[in-house]
């Protein structure tokens, strides 16, 4: 039992067993949420919107990771964090009153506004410049080499569950433009020079390199 500001969250297990694969998202953020508690293992969000509208095992991307709401109770739910979670994302720098960026697994009839997300960050970035252009801002995040050579110039790239078009890269870094929209909607903007991102590049790009550089495993035709 897991008790934050009056609210009683049994860890229950029968929710996270529900949940046999992961969700899909488009990178095109629903709603702030404020962390409430942050522990080993355990997240719990404030979030009016996206919680009044969930069930348990739902598929929830936190700042680009997906994870399964356990317990919720209308305004607020708790998820479990994998020590996977904190080696590959940097969730585990989250702190009571950080916002966080939420969106809930797409469904068959909706839009894919952003791009295909699937929730599972692949690496951490940083934060290294904030700079104005009229009313944009050009964030450049330094990220690990294994993950740039996924990204092209005007490819999608999702940086804490954000959708966002890559504008500029060099060997160590890559840069996309923030519309005012994105600084009103997402966390962002809040972040300053040296602040970790979660990165996950555009899986298709994954594809195409398998299938090129492996050999064919379906064997000779008879």
């Known amino acids: 039992?897991?008790?934050?500001?009056?609210?009683?969250?049994?860890?229950?297990?029968?929710?996270?067993?529900?949940?046999?694969?992961?969700?899909?998202?488009?990178?095109i953020i629903e709603e702030l949420?404020?962390?409430?508690?942050s522990r080993e293992g355990q997240l719990l969000i404030g979030a009016p919107l996206v919680a009044s509208s969930s069930a348990l095992g739902d598929s929830i991307a936190i700042n680009g990771v997906d994870l399964t709401v356990a317990e919720?109770?209308?305004?607020?739910?708790?998820?479990?964090?994998?020590?996977?979670?904190?080696?590959?994302?940097?969730?585990?720098?989250?702190?009571?009153?950080?916002?966080v960026n939420l969106e809930r697994s797409v469904r068959p009839n909706d839009r894919l506004s952003?791009?295909?997300?699937?929730g599972v960050t692949e690496g951490v970035g940083e934060i290294v410049a904030i700079d104005s252009e009229e009313d944009a801002l050009i964030l450049r995040v330094q990220a690990p080499p294994d993950l740039l050579r996924y990204t092209v110039v005007k490819g999608p790239v999702c940086i804490d569950g954000v959708s966002l078009t890559i504008i500029a890269k060099d060997q160590s870094t890559l840069a996309v433009s923030l519309v005012q929209y994105t600084q009103e909607h997402t966390n962002l903007v809040g972040k300053g020079v040296g602040a970790r991102v979660n990165l996950e590049t555009d899986i298709l790009a994954r594809?195409?390199?398998?299938?090129?550089t492996e050999p064919s495993t379906?064997?000779?035709?008879?």
Do not use: C
């Open 218 to 222: 379906t064997g000779e035709p008879t």
């Open 207 to 212: 594809y195409v390199e398998q299938f090129v």
């Open 33 to 37: 949420g404020k962390v409430l508690d």
């Open 1 to 27: 039992m897991w008790r934050v500001a009056g609210i009683f969250f049994p860890i229950n297990p029968d929710a996270i067993a529900k949940k046999t694969r992961g969700g899909m998202f488009t990178g």
């Open 72 to 99: 919720l109770d209308g305004k607020t739910f708790f998820a479990n964090l994998m020590p996977e979670t904190y080696r590959r994302s940097a969730l585990g720098d989250l702190q009571p009153g950080d916002l």
């Open 114 to 118: 952003g791009h295909i997300v699937r």
